[in-house]
T-cell receptor, first 114, second 115 residues
Framework: DGGITQSPKYLFRKEGQNVTLSCEQN?????MYWYRQDPGQGLRLIYY???????QKGDIAEGYSVSREKKESFPLTVTSAQKNPTAFYLC?????????????FGPGTRLTVT | EDKVVQSPLSLVVHEGDTVTLNCSYE??????LLWYKQEKKAPTFLFML??SGIEKKSGRLSSILDKKELFSILNITATQTGDSAVYLC???????????????WGLGTSLGVNP
């Protein structure tokens, strides 16, 4: 089955630790995205990548880093510099850059930092 | 500031009712408006609207865009319990060169359908 997988579903970390969220897709999509979803706020774009070895900052990139070494994978690292890391993180992919091309979303990772 | 406002924030209906969800926007360089359904976790794509007055339809769901009044509605007829979800609206901006710039997301409307 084609799709996007994110792991883990739930993640708990202590403040001050970096944590990496996984996102893998087997849809052969060129573009991938990371969003953050908080109560009372719409989805906010963290980073996106149009092709391998290239990525751009979204609206709230501070405190996050990404890599795109393979077409299928777009991991997100939440660093200790991110002031409010507790949130629901969604990964998405599309054949080409959205919104011209439909985005497909993964099931999300809920990160809790205490 | 660019923004997308959805209303109502939440509503509860009975199975069989018809509902209308609203999405209004203020965006500098509008390109398109998208509707997504989010059940528990992953949003799934419903519609993309670019032209005013042309209804998009998929089963019991339909949507239309009014670019003059800057809003869109999502209609669901004969609602079922499986329609219970958060419905998200997003507006795509383009830059002055006509390239995709970004999506601006609304907060969503939480719909509950009771049997």
């Amino acid at each position: 089955d084609g799709g996007i997988t994110q792991s883990p579903k739930y993640l708990f970390r202590k403040e001050g630790q970096n944590v990496t969220l996984s996102c893998e897709q087997n849809l052969n999509h060129d573009a991938m995205y990371w969003y953050r979803q908080d109560p009372g706020q719409g989805l906010r774009l963290i980073y996106y990548s149009q092709i391998v070895n290239d990525f751009q900052k979204g609206d709230i990139a501070e405190g996050y880093s990404v890599s795109r070494e393979k077409k299928e994978s777009f991991p997100l690292t939440v660093t200790s510099a991110q002031k409010n890391p507790t949130a629901f993180y969604l990964c998405a992919s599309s054949m080409g850059l959205a919104p011209t091309y439909e985005q497909y979303f993964g099931p999300g990772t809920r990160l809790t930092v205490t | 500031e660019d923004k997308v406002v959805q209303s109502p924030l939440s509503l509860v209906v009975h199975e069989g009712d018809t509902v209308t969800l609203n999405c209004s926007y203020e965006v500098t360089n509008f390109r398109s408006l998208l509707w997504y359904k989010q059940e528990k976790k992953a949003p799934t794509f419903l519609f993309m609207l670019t032209s005013s007055g042309i209804e998009k339809k998929s089963g019991r769901l339909s949507s239309i865009l009014d670019k003059k009044e800057l809003f869109s509605i999502l209609n669901i007829t004969a609602t079922q319990t499986g329609d219970s979800a958060v419905y998200l609206c997003a507006v795509a901006e383009e830059d002055n060169a006509g390239n995709n710039r970004k999506l601006i997301w609304g907060l969503g409307t939480s719909l509950g359908v009771n049997p």
